[in-house]
């Protein structure tokens, strides 16, 4: 009904025109995916990559909606190990951008248009062993897409995942209460959504991970919690994350209101505590050495803005900031590879050093061993030939 103008065009040729013209306009500007798209989208993704991304949707949270996990890696060993990389998408329900941001990564790797696109997916899949878990929580997707309660930020029962995980778990920066947004759940990992990230760190050893999140622009290093804040507690690589955080942070071109990321530690750049947080979690009990929680977007609290503009920006301007932040995965990437092959090569240089080094000792030692021996020898040698007296 909203295009019966068209009818009124006094010529059927120039009305089909008309129309087609306005379904390629809306086919060239993008649009926020809900669930069955975005599954749809990555099974697209998945069959167009020629095996190089291997889908799986064996995980699902309580309702039954899958937890997709993705798996991008080279097929051949020209480069030596990857960089073992982990991402997180969709922890809070309506934080849509970061999920938008996913899907035009992977069609910037499995769909290059451009020649930059070409060069840097080319380099991703030489250097990269990638794993993304695309969407954490989507029964609190569910939640928004049924109600329209863009306000929601936790699971099907109202639980803050990125509060739920075991790491200074029931402090000040998460609540008890079920009707607060920052809601704890009863126990640490009382949420099956939280299994899918549990399982992959067990089995996969990790160089990094990042989780993704939107509502300002910044990137931190670990730690949120509120322990952290009161005894300035670091983790061991601090200093390495906030070099990688600042260096992706500065990649990023300032937004339309002049604003530019910011990078830091967590308890520094908020001015609130977060305990039970993922990318703490990963940094201080699965011990991966480098994790970050990047926010994509947005300039914090507003009054009167609704709750998606806080966190996601309009249909309008989502390809621009798109682009925008493609620097930031680029340089993120890049840094966390140069510093996880020089980690590698500096354990395989004191590896080898070791190795020498024994090597070193056993031959002195067998020097050693030898001249006791000779010596014994000799001594035996001298009893023997000794003469005896009557």
Not at 373 to 382: D, G, N
Request: some cysteine; glycine content about 8%.
């Amino acid at each position: 009904r909203r295009l019966s103008w068209a009818s009124r065009l006094p010529w059927p040729p120039m009305r089909a025109a008309v129309l087609c013209v306005l379904l390629a306009l809306a086919a060239a500007r993008p649009a926020y995916h809900n669930l069955s798209s975005l599954y749809a989208q990555l099974h697209e993704h998945a069959a167009r990559s020629l095996g190089v991304l291997r889908l799986d949707m064996n995980y699902s949270a309580p309702s039954g909606a899958p937890q997709p996990v993705l798996h991008i890696s080279r097929a051949d060993d020209s480069v030596g190990t990857p960089a073992r990389i982990l991402l997180s998408y969709g922890e809070h329900a309506r934080e849509l951008f970061p999920v938008e941001s996913m899907l035009d990564m992977l069609g910037r790797i499995t769909r290059p248009v451009t020649a930059a696109d070409r060069s840097w997916a080319a380099w991703v899949l030489r250097h990269v062993d990638l794993w993304i878990v695309g969407m954490v929580n989507p029964d609190g997707r569910q939640h928004i897409e049924h109600t329209g309660d863009d306000c929601w930020r936790g699971n099907g029962r109202g639980v803050d995942l990125n509060r739920n995980f075991d790491w200074e778990y029931g402090g000040p920066g998460s609540s008890s209460l079920s009707h607060n947004e920052e809601y704890r759940g009863p126990h640490p990992f009382s949420e099956g959504e939280g299994r899918v990230l549990l399982d992959l760190t067990q089995a996969v050893k990790f160089d990094a991970f990042v989780s993704f999140h939107a509502g300002i622009e910044h990137v931190y290093v670990p730690f949120a919690d509120s322990v952290s804040r009161i005894t300035q507690r670091a983790p061991p690589h601090e200093r390495t994350m906030l070099r990688i955080a600042r260096r992706a942070t500065a990649a990023v071109a300032r937004g339309p209101d002049g604003r530019g990321f910011l990078s830091g530690r967590a308890r520094e750049l908020n001015d609130y505590p977060a305990d039970g947080t993922i990318f703490d979690y990963m940094c201080g009990v699965r011990k991966i050495p480098l994790s970050f929680a990047v926010e994509l977007y947005g300039a914090g609290d507003i009054p009167g803005r609704s709750c998606f503009a806080l966190f996601n920006p309009p249909v309008a301007d989502l390809q621009a900031a798109l682009v925008r932040v493609r620097p930031l995965y680029e340089v993120l990437f890049a840094e966390i590879v140069a510093t996880t092959t020089a980690a590698r090569d500096t354990h395989a240089a004191a590896a080898m050093f070791f190795r020498l080094s024994l090597v070193a000792f056993t031959v002195l030692a067998c020097w050693g061993l030898r001249t006791r021996i000779v010596a014994l020898l000799r001594f035996l040698r001298s009893l023997v030939r000794r003469p005896t007296t009557s």
